[in-house]
């Protein structure tokens, strides 16, 4: 056989063979994924000129060493390098972390060295180390070339060293400078224990620690992380202390701003599974810090914050992450802020929302854990620091005891979304509007009352005892009320606007007409929704209210009922059946477009579904359309509330206190003052009221 013959058959025999079934692998399995949590981590923030990395003798660069203490103990471990706000590549020539029981050199992708782009952050390889829970792990790196543009953490509370040249292995490098501030460190992670998660409490510089002696790793968070511990169900948890301090919700100051950071600083963190949310007392302090604020100013900061509140949440249940809020803590008799009044109220007004808005999956109540009971505006004394804003190391031990840990082992349901909620209340009794012939004032309220009683709806009436004098059954209207057992408020005793009555004559009105209301009456409602044409008349009427204890029934809600009543007393007594249909249609139609508008201003406004108060009045035709009334808004998702229920939502406070700055909220004023554009549904069929009839 020739050569090229032996060539050409042991080809064909290759090609054959290549082309023959094999018998088939099995697929080799994926590599396990190792679930990682994060046993401590810190919040970065770019590094001022002051904060940043200490200059140093040499020409070799720096070594940077950093000791952390972690909460949860594990037998591997690695560590995030961040250079967030870098501007230019971070060189790391190489890197070693250690223990009080051993050390280890890090890895990044098999190799020594790294470069954490401008921006990025870069893991280290996993490596077994163990560190034991509530131990503390060195980290240590040489830098070739300091950073002109640092990322890191300037309230450490821990002392870190930076020396000269590449000192990584030396075990007490020579010429060193000691400096209380952490660099380009953002997370130690171990491998988690089954169930395990880490906790993140992002806030200000309450949780990152203000105050605490340096070294002693007595933040809050670090009791916490100690309660955990104990626990036997919660021992593998790990704590993240995200805190800034001087940080905002909505406005960037020391670091970004909260809403800008929370997916780094949270959801970005390996094993978050609860966020323990507690910031805005930087927000309510510097709105005045420097000047007054206009009560619009005041408001309008408290929809940003809570508004910001709602972000959140969406963002952390987006990646089933729990949310917890933690109530904000006194501060009034702090000599930087200097509260006042108003922001009490506004901080009383953010932490209602806090409590009773189901933004949040649970609450913490720090403001009740450290408030001073005798002055609850106040911390008291013994959680004081001495700046009547920061705690002392009693108050952060509070703090962290008045975090229920059954917040974290206790699954919680599937939070429904808040149904629209409505507070009727009823004005101008005993009179109102046309009386149709052979009807009786009393009548009315009694037919409005069953349809009340027979629905279970809870109402608030509002009387004027000097209109309707002149009514042989105005007396007995009332009576019929008040026999049905519903609350009655105080509408001025002649039902005078503001303006016309003046301040002096206002208290009058107010006082007489409280004879006939009764003393224990607090709730006032402003005769025609005026508070006044000058905000001289509207705060002298509310220094009177607050005065007198009462509290202001706003409206944010009318289908203008009142518009109805004459229509109907006119097309009745003519037996116009058609007209009649045709106002019962247009009633309806107006019923559903004020909700509809109403609830679409109040998610444009707050963010979510605030309490109506509903504007009504005992009239005819208010009697003859209340079940279907009734029914129309439980058709459209409404439950029915009282109007004690509804004006707990903080939006209500400056109707709550008239000792607050007015005006009373009012959807559609805010809605204009804000310059937001709601779409109007129109009543339909159209119909002119003031010609039906006539």
Not at 261 to 271: C, K, L, N, P
Request: aromatic residues 6%; proline residues 7%.
């Amino acid at each position: 056989m020739r050569f090229g013959q032996a060539i050409v058959i042991a080809s064909t025999w290759a090609m054959l063979c290549a082309a023959a079934p094999r018998p088939a692998r099995a697929p080799a399995p994926p590599p396990a994924r190792t679930a990682w949590i994060a046993t401590w981590g810190t919040a970065q923030l770019p590094l001022e000129e002051k904060d940043a990395l200490p200059a140093v003798r040499g020409d070799d660069g720096v070594t940077v060493r950093q000791t952390v203490r972690v909460s949860a103990a594990g037998k591997v471990l690695r560590v995030r390098l961040s250079n967030a706000f870098g501007d230019q590549p971070l060189d790391v020539s190489r890197a070693r972390v250690s223990t009080a029981g051993g050390a280890a050199r890090l890895s990044f992708a098999g190799r020594a060295a790294t470069v954490v782009a401008a921006g990025a952050s870069v893991y280290s390889d996993p490596v077994p180390l163990a560190v034991a829970a509530g131990g503390d792990l060195t980290i240590t790196f040489h830098l070739p070339r300091a950073p002109v543009r640092g990322t890191g953490h300037p309230g450490a509370r821990s002392t870190s060293t930076v020396a000269p040249g590449d000192q990584v292995e030396a075990a007490a490098p020579t010429g060193a400078i000691r400096v209380p501030r952490w660099f380009h460190i953002a997370d130690v992670e171990v491998q988690a224990a089954p169930g395990a998660g880490t906790i993140v409490a992002i806030g200000d510089s309450i949780t990152d620690g203000y105050g605490v002696a340096p070294d002693s790793n007595t933040r809050w968070t670090d009791v916490f992380a100690a309660r955990l511990r104990a626990s036997t169900a919660l021992a593998g948890w790990g704590v993240v202390n995200a805190g800034i301090g001087g940080n905002r919700v909505t406005l960037d100051g020391a670091g970004p701003n909260l809403l800008a950071r929370f997916d780094r600083d949270v959801i970005a963190r390996s094993g978050a599974k609860v966020a323990i949310v507690m910031e805005g007392v930087n927000d309510l302090g510097t709105l005045t810090r420097e000047r007054p604020a206009t009560p619009a100013q005041h408001a309008a900061l408290v929809r940003r914050i809570t508004a910001g509140y709602v972000e959140l949440a969406a963002r952390a249940r987006a990646h089933g992450i729990r949310i917890v809020g933690g109530t904000i803590t006194p501060f009034v008799g702090n000599d930087y802020y200097h509260a006042d009044a108003s922001n009490e109220a506004d901080r009383q007004a953010v932490n209602a929302f806090i409590r009773t808005s189901g933004t949040f999956d649970a609450v913490v109540d720090f403001d009740r854990a450290l408030r001073d009971p005798a002055r609850p505006d106040r911390l008291a004394a013994a959680y004081d620091s001495g700046d009547s804003l920061h705690p002392s190391a009693a108050g952060y031990a509070a703090m962290a005891a008045a975090v229920p840990l059954d917040l974290i082992a206790r699954p919680l349901p599937a939070a429904a979304p808040p149904a629209p909620s409505l507070a009727m209340t009823f004005d101008d009794i005993p009179v109102h509007g046309d009386l149709p012939a052979g009807d009786t004032r009393a009548g009315i309220v009694r037919r409005i009352v069953a349809a009340l009683k027979a629905g279970g709806v809870p109402a608030h009436g509002f009387l004027n005892a000097g209109v309707g004098a002149g009514e042989a059954d105005a007396a007995a209207a009332t009576a019929a009320w008040r026999a049905s057992g519903l609350p009655i408020g105080n509408h001025g005793y002649r039902h005078r606007r503001l303006d016309d009555a003046g301040a002096d004559g206002f208290r009058d009105e107010l006082v007489r007409n409280e004879g006939a209301v009764g003393a224990g009456a607090k709730w006032f409602r402003y005769p025609y929704l005026s508070e006044g044409a000058t905000p001289a008349l509207r705060d002298a009427a509310r220094g009177v209210l607050a005065q007198r204890g009462y509290r202001i029934a706003a409206v944010t809600a009318s289908f203008a009922d009142y518009d109805y009543n004459g229509p109907y007393a006119r097309c009745l007594a003519k037996r116009d059946t058609d007209s009649i249909a045709a106002l019962e249609r247009h009633w309806l139609a107006a019923v559903r477009a004020d909700a509809t508008t109403q609830r679409a201003r109040a998610h444009a406004l707050f963010g979510r579904e605030v309490p109506l108060v509903l504007l009504m009045h005992v009239g005819a035709f208010d009697a003859r359309m209340m079940p279907r009334t009734i029914a129309l808004y439980r058709d459209m998702g409404f439950r029915f509330v009282s109007l004690e229920q509804a004006q707990a939502d903080p939006v209500y406070a400056a109707a709550n206190d008239p000792a607050m700055p007015g005006p009373s909220p009012s959807f559609d004023r805010l809605a204009a003052e804000a310059g937001i554009a709601v779409p109007v549904p129109a009543a339909s069929p159209s119909l002119d009221l003031r010609k039906l009839c006539s």
